[in-house]
Nanobody, 124 residues
């Protein structure tokens, strides 16, 4: 059974930082591209960042470039999202996703598996 479990969310003041983790099990993690998406109340799920299966290619949403960094440790079956200079508009549930042999895609349809999400709240 494939599981993606996010952690590291919480409440932080504007300008602060958080590091999200997503631990994968039940799949050959090093064969999967991974991505982070987020969904705010009343809004559609949107792309945040993605990394290909080998970690050699990255893709970020324009609003996150320079503030967020995605990385992965295939030995630990884990993908990370370092978030700096957080803004209140970053408040959302953050989801990780995995797509087999995928590129670092911004499209939800490219991913086969999804986690349950972790809440990030940024206060002003």
């Amino acid at each position: 059974q494939v599981q993606l479990v996010e952690s590291g969310g919480g409440l932080v003041q504007a300008g602060g930082s958080l590091r999200l983790s997503c631990a994968a099990s039940g799949l050959a993690f090093s064969s999967y591209a991974t991505g982070w998406f987020r969904q705010a109340p009343g809004k559609e799920r949107e792309f945040v960042a993605a990394i290909n299966w080998s970690g050699s290619s990255y893709h970020y949403a324009d609003s996150e470039k320079g503030r967020f960094t995605i990385s992965r440790d295939n030995a630990k079956n884990t993908v990370y999202l370092q978030m700096n200079s957080l803004k209140p508009e970053d408040t959302a549930v953050y989801y990780c996703a995995a797509g087999f042999k995928g590129a670092s895609s911004p499209y939800k349809g490219a991913y086969d598996y999804w986690g349950q999400g972790t809440q990030v709240t940024v206060s002003s």
